[in-house]
C-alpha cells in the first residue's frame, strides 16, 4: 500500500538529460532534450517546497548547449567549441526569476568551490585559473586551491548489490540481472530493480519502512536493457526519473 506521495512531480516535454543541485539555496536544475525538435530546455524547481522557479526555458542557442554547474541560486550554461567536438567554451548565467544575468563567449568552467565557480580564459595557455562572482561575471581573485576548497554536495548514491545479498523482504519480484541498488536510510530501505514479466523487462521502486512497502513506482516499462543507477538522496530527499521524462521527489 502506497503512504508516501512526491512533493515534486513534474512531466518534460523531452528527456531528461542532466540534473544538478545547487546546495546553497536546495534548488534542483534540469536540462531536457527533445531529439525530435533539436531543442534544449531548462527548468529550476526548489527542492524545499516543490514550488517551480521556471519551466521549459529555452536560450538563443537551440541545441549545443547545456547546463556546466549552479551556485547560489545561479545556473550556469555552456556553449561548445564546435559542432562536432566535446570542449567546452562560452557561459551563460540564469537566475532562479530565468533571466540572463551575464554571458561571456571565451570563458570556460573549470570547478565548483565553496565561493563560486572556478573559470579559465581558451585564449589563454597553459590555462590560468581564476574565481569569479556568478552573479556578475567579474573575476575576483587568483584560484590558490588551499583557500578555495571544493564544495561538498549533501548527495547519497545508492549501493549495487547483488540480489542473493537483499532481505528476501526487499524484493517484491525475482530481480532480472545480476545487480540491484539499494539504499538505507533511517528507517527506510529503497530497492530498485528490473524484472522481466510476461517477456517484458521493466524497472520498479520500492520503499519499505521496516519491512513493510509504503511506495512503489513503476519507472521504466517495456525496455530492452538494464537501466543505468535509478535514484539518488539528497539530504531527506529521494530523487528520481520516471520514463526518462518524469521528475519525482519524496520526503523521506
Known amino acids: 500500500m502506497t503512504v508516501h ?42 527542492l524545499n517546497n516543490g514550488n517551480l522557479h521556471f519551466k521549459d526555458l529555452v536560450t538563443p542557442e537551440r541545441w549545443l548547449t547545456g547546463i556546466e554547474t549552479t551556485y547560489n541560486g545561479v545556473l550556469l550554461l555552456h556553449n561548445y567549441q564546435s559542432e562536432t567536438g566535446p570542449a567546452h567554451r562560452g557561459l551563460t548565467a540564469i537566475d532562479n526569476g530565468g533571466t540572463v544575468l551575464w554571458t561571456n563567449y571565451i570563458y570556460a568552467f573549470d570547478h565548483l568551490t565553496i565561493k563560486g565557480p572556478i ?37 547519497t548514491l545508492p549501493d549495487i548489490l547483488s540480489p542473493d545479498t537483499l532481505p528476501h523482504d526487499a524484493l517484491a519480484f525475482p530481480a532480472f540481472g545480476n545487480s540491484v541498488h539499494y539504499l538505507e536510510y533511517n528507517n527506510f530501505r529503497i530497492v ?26 513503476l519507472l521504466n516499462n517495456d525496455i530492452q536493457k538494464l537501466q543505468p543507477e535509478a535514484f539518488i538522496l539528497h539530504k531527506n530527499r529521494l530523487i528520481y526519473i520516471k520514463n526518462k521524462s518524469e521528475l519525482k521527489v519524496l520526503s523521506l
Do not use: C
Open 5 to 46: 506521495q512526491p512533493y515534486i512531480n513534474q512531466q518534460f516535454n523531452g528527456s531528461i538529460w542532466r540534473m544538478e543541485i545547487d546546495e546553497i539555496s536546495d534548488t534542483i536544475f534540469i536540462e531536457i532534450r527533445n531529439d525530435s525538435e533539436k531543442q534544449v530546455s531548462f527548468s529550476s524547481i526548489d
Open 119 to 155: 573559470l579559465y580564459d581558451t585564449h589563454i595557455h597553459p590555462k590560468k585559473l581564476f574565481l569569479i562572482d556568478i552573479k556578475t561575471g567579474i573575476a575576483e581573485r587568483v584560484y590558490e586551491p588551499t583557500v578555495l576548497p571544493e564544495i561538498k554536495n549533501n548527495i
Open 192 to 217: 530498485s530493480l528490473h524484472a522481466l514479466q510476461a517477456g517484458m523487462l521493466k524497472q520498479y521502486l520500492y520503499i519499505l519502512d521496516g519491512t513493510v512497502k509504503v511506495y512503489e513506482d
